[in-house]
């Protein structure tokens, strides 16, 4: 992937100088190209958590809620940086906040989860 990535680079930066907006469909569709690769690698994941999961008793809730927060992640950090490359970093820093306040949120009922195992072991 790193090949797309640089090739994708090169490309972007010849076009910058002729045609700009070429440069920028090029960055952004070099970036699509890398994420859905990476998508299709979730299989795997999915299998080892799967695997994992027959060893030892998770409850699913607690995966899924692990699978959101990497989604999260991984949507708010290319839209910041998309953000960021078009010049408007005060959006980005928008992206940046609202994600740290949904993982926060979504994780919630874990960290419940935890203060209600601690408060058995108190009592």
Same mark, same amino acid.
């Given at each position: 992937m790193g090949i797309i990535g640089i090739v994708g680079v090169l490309l972007a930066l010849f076009l910058k100088e002729t045609k700009s907006q070429f440069?920028?469909?090029?960055?952004?569709?070099?970036?699509?190209? /890398?994420?859905?690769?990476?998508?299709?690698?979730?299989?795997? /994941? /999915? !299998?080892?958590? !799967? #695997?994992i999961m027959g060893y030892i008793s998770i409850e699913m809730d607690y995966l899924l809620?692990? @699978?959101?927060?990497?989604?999260? #992640?991984?949507? @708010?950090?290319?839209? @910041? !940086?998309?953000?960021?490359?078009?010049?408007?970093? #005060?959006? @980005?820093s928008q992206i940046e906040i609202f994600s740290k306040l949904a993982i926060l949120g979504v994780s919630m009922p874990i960290l419940m989860?935890?203060?209600?195992?601690? !408060?058995?072991?108190?009592?």
């Amino acid at each position: 992937m790193g090949i797309i990535g640089i090739v994708g680079v090169l490309l972007a930066l010849f076009l910058k100088e002729t045609k700009s907006q070429f440069a920028t469909y090029i960055s952004l569709a070099t970036c699509l190209l /890398i994420i859905f690769y990476s998508l299709s690698k979730l299989t795997y /994941i /999915i !299998n080892t958590i !799967n #695997t994992i999961m027959g060893y030892i008793s998770i409850e699913m809730d607690y995966l899924l809620i692990l @699978a959101k927060i990497v989604g999260i #992640t991984y949507i @708010a950090e290319f839209s @910041a !940086n998309i953000c960021k490359d078009g010049g408007f970093s #005060t959006i @980005a820093s928008q992206i940046e906040i609202f994600s740290k306040l949904a993982i926060l949120g979504v994780s919630m009922p874990i960290l419940m989860a935890l203060l209600e195992t601690a !408060n058995s072991f108190l009592r």
